[in-house]
């Protein structure tokens, strides 16, 4: 007798209350608001928690079952791309170190994220932002999990790559996304879910995923292409959770939008300052150019987040301030930041260089504003210095942003050739910051922000390097003393991508694989 | 008007489900870049459980977009029958 | 405003200047040469002479530099905290009354880095 195929019992609006809300409950041995400490203390007032809705309208049953199929298909590439030995099959060696940044910079994120999520879960006393919360917890964990598992295939092979746990907690460039995390962390479940939910996941994470994921699959990476995407299909749940969170509280009462709308202005500027990294990554280190970082920040940024504040306004939420600078700044920061990591290229766990003739050609075809003008002398000049023997390294320290961490290297909105300097005073001590928008930030919650662990300072103040080490012993060599306590390798992990190790053995393995030796 | 989209990792199994939203948008644009597929809209998209099922030629659940779905921009409305992006301004 | 918390919220700023082992610190940067990306920070005894900081550290920071050579520093252009300031370059740098974490940038007129782009 054949089978008839059942037809679901109730609808899928009906499963996800039952889901939900049927499995929530007021407490009665202790008050609600001993529960959930975390609830109010941040001024958000909600009045009916039962108004929040995924529109996804998922639940765990479901949730587990998809999520368990795209890691059959994701594990199944990986295998594969092991199997062939799929590294040499990327356009260039160089390429592999954008995967490095990748690995130190943003899987330990995942990781946090996962964390922060599990405590907004925790911490928010209705049903339906706890579900979402928790599976967005688990997805943030499979991201750390499902990347570290593709790029541990690079770490068999390639320099750099052995370390991001140990490298995260110290190394100076590391400090600019770990300490946007903290910073998010370390505020109430309303500021995480803002900060990390809206401006990170729904205005910023396409740029980070969806150009530079493409650009991996134009230099030949399907490894990473598909963690990426498989990441990607959790962030479209995330980021209507987070979009689901703005509005639900600039809905549940009118309190809340001077409040919510700081905190837009903020996040929206620690993000982007954040992404100069992700800028860097895809107009230098893809050998192969899938779009520049301008290109991507106008599609998903300006033409995304623009229907997004539009879309907004209806609340009363108006674009954040710092747009203005943002459309300035997108034609100069990833020039401004490779330059920045070649100069120090001795004190990172991966290796820089500087672009062909043909590569500065298409820059400053995607540029023609700023490239040839501010730029290409510079490149040329290291470039020719470099072919004559004089690499530049930069061996002194650089003054660092308060808030973002990042080193003053960003320039007036007004003046491209001026190094932006802002100033301010609390407690009688001096804080610098790179822009008004970092000021604006520090301003507002100085006491925070004074207790920033600040890399350069810290190498300073003889807290980074390893333990027996003694700073006042004659010929002491701090630049050393300190690769030493990140773990990085002088010689072999950091300095110039010519002549590295992972150059040499990326030609010697293609040879390998192309030819009969 | 602002434009909302959605994004699919290109494979055999996201085919069908390209057609029928192309089928049933009219005014949707298609863009192929490098394994993925991103369709744009004006205002609205509606991704239609029944298109998908004709072609697919089996039953299928709208929640299965979410193994190769990459990104969406717009809010989302689910049900059974409907996946709707649009803005509302 | 203050920061919003459950309890208390007071911790100590983590750089002050009992941190740093008898040094302060300052920044200085050269301005419209971006060869250098940032301002450099430097942790120096309030006795350094400021002719010493300029001879024998800023020479060894900024000398890669093909402008370096040119540079007349007793007539470059001074600024703390974005104005005008005149060194002495006899006088230590608490005689100049610089403090923990002051910022100086200075202009060397004529000179507008590579190929005049201030590189």
């Known amino acids: 007798m054949d089978m008839q195929a059942t037809k679901k019992k109730v609808g899928l609006k009906e499963k996800y209350a039952h889901m939900t809300r049927g499995l929530g409950w007021e407490t009665t041995y202790q008050p609600m608001n001993k529960v959930f400490p975390y609830a109010e203390f941040e001024g958000i007032k909600i009045h009916d928690w039962d108004k929040w809705e995924d529109p996804f309208r998922l639940t765990m049953d479901a949730y587990w079952k998809y999520q368990a199929e795209k890691e059959r298909k994701l594990y ?41 999520f599990a405590a907004a879960g925790r911490n928010f006393p209705g ?14 964990v499979r991201h750390a999990q499902t990347q570290i598992h593709a ?12 370390d991001f746990k140990h490298m995260i907690e110290r190394v100076w460039y590391l400090s600019v996304p770990k300490s946007f995390f903290d910073d998010a962390f370390s505020a109430g479940p309303f500021e995480w879910m803002i900060a990390i939910g809206f401006s990170f996941e729904y205005v910023l994470t396409n740029l980070l995923f969806v150009p530079f994921m493409s650009g991996a699959a134009y230099n030949g990476d399907m490894g990473t292409v598909t963690v990426g995407f498989s990441a990607q299909s959790d962030e479209a749940r995330h980021m209507t959770l987070g979009l689901e969170c703005i509005k639900f509280m600039l809905e549940q009462d009118p309190d809340n939008l001077p409040i919510v709308q700081k905190w837009i202005d903020k996040w929206a500027w620690r993000g982007t300052r954040v992404l100069t990294l992700v800028g860097m990554m895809m107009d230098y280190m893809l050998p192969k150019r899938v779009m520049s970082w301008k290109e991507a920040w106008e599609i998903y940024f300006e033409q995304n987040g623009g229907a997004l504040f539009n879309d907004l306004a209806r609340y009363g939420i108006k674009v954040p301030e710092c747009l203005s600078q943002t459309a300035i700044d997108k034609e100069h920061i990833s020039h401004q930041a490779w330059a920045t990591f070649y100069q120090y290229g001795g004190a990172s766990d991966f290796h820089t260089w500087m672009p062909t003739d043909e590569e500065m050609d298409w820059l400053s075809a995607k540029y023609p504003n700023t490239f040839d003008k501010y730029y290409r002398a510079r490149f040329t000049h290291w470039r020719d210095e470099a072919e004559k023997g004089k690499r530049f390294y930069n061996g002194t320290l650089p003054m660092l942003c308060q808030v973002c961490q990042i080193p003053m290297l960003f320039t ?38 004074i207790q920033a662990w600040l890399p350069v300072h810290q190498i300073y103040q003889g807290n980074c390097f390893n333990e027996g080490v003694d700073p006042t012993a004659p010929g002491f060599d701090p630049l050393a003393e300190v690769l030493k306590w990140y773990h990085v390798e002088h010689g072999r992990d950091n300095l110039d991508f010519e002549g590295s190790e992972d150059q040499k053995n990326f030609a010697a393995w293609r040879g390998l694989a192309t030819k009969n030796v | 008007m602002s434009t909302v989209f959605i994004a699919f990792q290109a494979n055999e199994e996201s085919r069908p489900i390209v057609e029928a939203v192309l089928a049933d948008n009219p005014h949707a644009v298609l863009h192929e870049s490098p394994a993925m597929v991103k369709i744009d809209a004006e205002g609205k998209l509606v991704i239609k459980r029944e298109s998908i099922e004709e072609r697919l030629g089996r039953d299928f659940d709208l929640q299965e977009l979410q193994i190769n779905l990459i990104t969406i921009s717009g809010h989302l409305d689910e049900d059974d029958d409907e996946f709707t992006l649009a803005w509302k301004n | 405003m203050a920061v919003k918390a459950l309890k208390a919220y007071k911790f100590d700023a983590a750089d002050t200047q009992d941190k740093f082992h008898g040094n302060q610190l300052l920044y200085v940067g050269w301005d419209k040469h971006l ?8 942790a120096l005894p309030s006795t350094t002479r400021f002719g010493d900081l300029c001879d024998k550290i800023l020479s ?8 370096w050579a040119k540079v007349d520093l007793a007539k470059a252009v001074w600024k703390k905290s974005g104005q005008p300031w005149q060194p002495d370059m006899n006088k230590t740098l608490a005689e ?24």
Not at chain 1, 127 to 140: I, K, N, T, Y
Not at chain 1, 153 to 161: D, E, L, S, V
Not at chain 3, 99 to 111: C, I
């Open chain 1, 151 to 162: 790029l541990s295939n690079y770490n068999k092979h390639y320099n750099g790559f052995h």
């Open chain 1, 127 to 140: 049903v339906g932002p706890r579900v979402a919360c928790l599976m967005q917890s688990l997805d943030e």
């Open chain 1, 76 to 116: 199944a590439v990986l295998d594969a791309f092991a199997q062939n030995n799929g590294h040499l099959g990327v356009t260039d060696a160089r390429y592999i170190n954008a995967l490095k940044l990748f690995l130190t910079g943003i899987s330990p994120l995942e990781y946090v994220a996962h964390r922060g």
């Open chain 3, 35 to 42: 060869m250098f990306c940032a301002p450099f920070a430097f």
């Open chain 1, 412 to 449: 007036e909105p007004s003046d491209p050739t001026q190094i932006c300097y802002r100033e301010s005073e609390y407690q009688g001590e001096k804080y610098h910051t790179c822009s008004d928008g970092c000021k604006h930030i520090f301003d507002d919650e100085p006491e925070k922000y």
């Open chain 3, 60 to 67: 060894k920071s900024f000398g890669y530099h093909p402008d």
């Open chain 3, 96 to 119: 100049l009354g610089l403090k923990h974490k002051d910022a100086l940038r200075f202009e060397t007129p004529g000179l507008n880095g590579i190929q005049g782009s201030c590189s």
